[in-house]
């Protein structure tokens, strides 16, 4: 399933510093409602307070303690920045680049007199397209590397297809291509296809933003184009695999010849697609979603150049939009910011810039960032967590009594395989190869783009870099990576309410402990059972095991098919089951890990709560959060974690949490002990 812990949307529309400065280490009493039982409604009990006094930004979708931390991250980030610029660099350096680059975004007024000069080669080069071979050359030049199935979990291009350089599945060794549906400006499938009313009223809001796109761009008949682009894409939308079909590992492992193209997917000028995407000599693609590939290059030959003209033309436009002009950029905010989202105002412009460095160059910024702001002590207390939990994890494989025991036995050499990277990986990636000027954001954007697409189709074929990352040190997330049997751990993400180095062990345990136990039981669930200790695609479950396992997920999924942020709108339990499984397999481990620190011992009450308490409320209150109705809608749809509510429930599973809040029967959250799911 989905590997990463927390949803990347958020990561885009990080917070303000609402609750951050404060110096309470621990448990935030002031944030709780104990007017609240805990066992009628846990997330207000523990956050209630916090939820009823913290407004959502204006120019924000969401806030939560996670988007708390990112802003504190961001604010050591902008100091980086501005100690890059006041250090007068040599030109070619990591800091040079970094201060060019922003540099570039901050100055508006140039980037205003270039105007959709910037662009025009590019539209004119679009424009120039007559024949179907010129159409399928053009197409391939749009091909990046720009999706991720199972890293960073990003299923989404605009582009006709996307690229996924990564150990491949047969051959974890080496890296390989995965091949990937596109073509959607809209986030996912359910925004075209949907009937609710809700969908309807975004769908007429684009056609009209797609219009002023191209009005701005300089087009004739805007009005007639958009409807065009929309029409088309609505068709590829049509022939997509839906989000929780994409996470299946058995569907995707689908290994196509450069001659199987032509020959399964009809309809596109492959040779002519893949010499321009520089892919001319690749012998063979994994082609994650056969049936939309084949489904849209049959659309590539049933629908008009022109058509196909205008989709190119106005992914451009949204594309590089924001560095060709105001106008354009604010176009776009009013659709994705405000119609998608719900945000009433956009970010200001050095927090914008700042977001761009941060992904352009996001390990010249990290190996700055790894050095200042990562003590050696907090690595050194983080890796006693992680060596508990994994002793937590062994001893509940090592009682597993349903396994088959070479099943169990093979678990038990992928734990004991598993890299787990906490901080900063041991090398970083270099920009020697991509220039940066001061004066010309378009032009950084254009060459940042091709520089990660020549970086990653440099690597096909070469061996796996295990000690790779996937993830910057600045970033305020986890991740396992199964290709690897490895897990990240970003230096951001120790910062409270995920770990503080001041608070209580309890509470640790509880926030950071269970997105340790998150990551590390990802290695386990349906989609680990899918690669072995190796990294290998290899079924290593029996049919036995496998029926147990998913007869007792199936429980899981119902409990989350239950519950509804609207009325009209149930969470899908199939869809989030991957990252309820870790939830809930993390904070069990994470409760083992505790336990056993304490050696016996009784842990100390702290402001009246117990240790119990202090560690399923440090949980609770690491899942603090609000997001806007569109938003949140959105979210619903798209994305494998469940809104923060219901993470935070999880707890309903464990019985130490009905005895540490007395929850008893009659009350909203209580299951009855046959019906509290325990996965391991
Ligand atoms: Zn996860």
Redesign the pocket.
């Known amino acids: 399933?989905?590997?990463?812990?927390f949803t990347l949307a958020a990561l885009a529309l990080a917070s303000t510093l609402a609750f951050a400065q404060t110096d309470v280490h621990g448990v935030h009493l002031a944030n709780m409602d104990k007017s609240v039982a805990p066992g009628d409604n846990w997330y207000e009990y523990a956050n209630g307070t916090y939820l009823k006094n913290t407004p959502i930004p204006p120019d924000r979708t969401s806030i939560s303690g996670f988007s708390t931390l990112a802003d504190m991250v961001n604010l050591r980030v902008a100091a980086i920045i501005k100690d890059a610029a006041d250090s007068h660099a040599a030109p070619g350096t990591d800091k040079r680049k970094i201060a060019d680059l922003y540099a570039s975004y901050m100055d508006e007024a140039a980037l205003n007199a270039k105007g959709t000069a910037a662009l025009a080669p590019h539209l004119k080069a679009v424009d120039a397209i007559h024949t179907r071979a010129e159409l399928a050359t053009a197409l391939g030049h749009t091909l990046r590397a720009d999706v991720d199935a199972l890293n960073n979990t990003n299923y989404h291009t605009q582009n006709l297809f996307g690229l996924w350089v990564a150990p491949g599945f047969n051959d974890p060794d080496h890296y390989t291509t995965y091949f990937f549906q596109g073509g959607l400006t809209l986030p996912d499938q359910a925004f075209y296809t949907s009937d609710s009313a809700h969908m309807k009223t975004i769908r007429e809001a684009y056609v009209k933003h797609a219009a002023a796109m191209f009005k701005l761009g300089g087009f004739d008949n805007p009005e007639a184009r958009a409807k065009q682009v929309f029409e088309l894409e609505a068709a590829i939308a049509k022939t997509h695999r839906p989000l929780a079909e994409n996470e299946d590992i058995k569907k995707a492992n689908n290994v196509w010849k450069m001659s199987d193209f032509a020959k399964n997917a009809p309809g596109l000028d492959w040779g002519a697609y893949f010499a321009a995407a520089g892919l001319a000599k690749q012998p063979d693609f994994i082609v994650w979603q056969p049936d939309a590939v084949t489904a849209e290059a049959a659309l590539v030959a049933s629908n008009s150049i022109d058509a196909w003209k205008n989709f190119i033309a106005f992914h451009l436009l949204e594309q590089y939009g924001a560095a060709v002009s105001t106008a354009m950029n604010d176009e776009r905010f009013a659709f994705f910011g405000t119609t998608l989202s719900g945000a009433t105002q956009q970010r200001p412009r050095d927090k914008r810039a700042l977001a761009l460095v941060n992904g352009v160059l996001s390990d010249a910024v990290g190996k700055l960032y790894a050095a200042q702001y990562f003590p050696a002590e907090d690595k050194a207390r983080v890796e006693v967590m992680v060596k508990n939990l994994l002793t937590a994890f062994h001893a509940r494989l090592e009682a597993v009594t349903w396994m088959a025991p070479e099943t169990k036995s093979e678990a038990l050499r992928k734990l004991g395989t598993l890299k787990v990277g906490i901080g900063y990986p041991d090398h970083f990636r270099s920009y020697a190869a991509l220039e940066i000027k001061p004066d010309d954001l378009f032009g950084n954007l254009w060459r940042a783009s091709e520089f990660e697409y020549r970086y990653n189709l440099a690597r096909i074929g070469k061996p796996t870099d295990r000690a790779e990352w996937c993830m910057p040190p600045q970033l305020v997330n986890a991740v396992?990576l199964p290709l690897d049997n490895g897990l990240n751990f970003p230096a951001a993400i120790f910062g409270p309410p995920f770990f503080d180095a001041k608070a209580p062990d309890a509470v640790n345990y509880g926030a950071i402990g269970t997105v340790i136990g998150?990551?590390i039981s990802?290695t386990f669930d349906s989609e680990g059972a899918a690669f072995d200790s190796q990294g290998k695609v290899r079924n290593w479950w029996t049919d036995a095991d496998r029926k147990h396992f998913d007869d007792s997920i199936e429980a899981l999924a119902k409990q989350y098919d239950t519950y509804a942020p609207f009325p009209d709108l149930h969470l899908n339990g199939h869809q989030t089951l991957?990252?309820n499984i870790?939830d809930l397999a993390g904070i069990t481990a994470s409760h083992d890990a505790w336990l056993a620190s304490l050696h016996g011992k009784t842990a100390p009450v702290v402001d009246g709560l117990s240790g119990e308490q202090q560690f399923f409320l440090g949980y609770a209150q690491s899942e603090a959060g609000k997001s806007r109705e569109n938003a949140l809608r959105g979210q619903v749809a798209t994305d494998p974690?469940s809104p923060s509510e219901y993470r935070a429930d999880t707890v309903r599973n464990l019985d130490a949490w009905y005895a540490a809040f007395d929850v008893k029967p009659g009350q909203t959250l209580y299951l009855a002990p046959a019906d509290r799911v325990h996965i391991w």
């Open positions: 399933m989905i590997r990463t812990r396992n998150h990551e990802h991957g990252e870790a974690h």
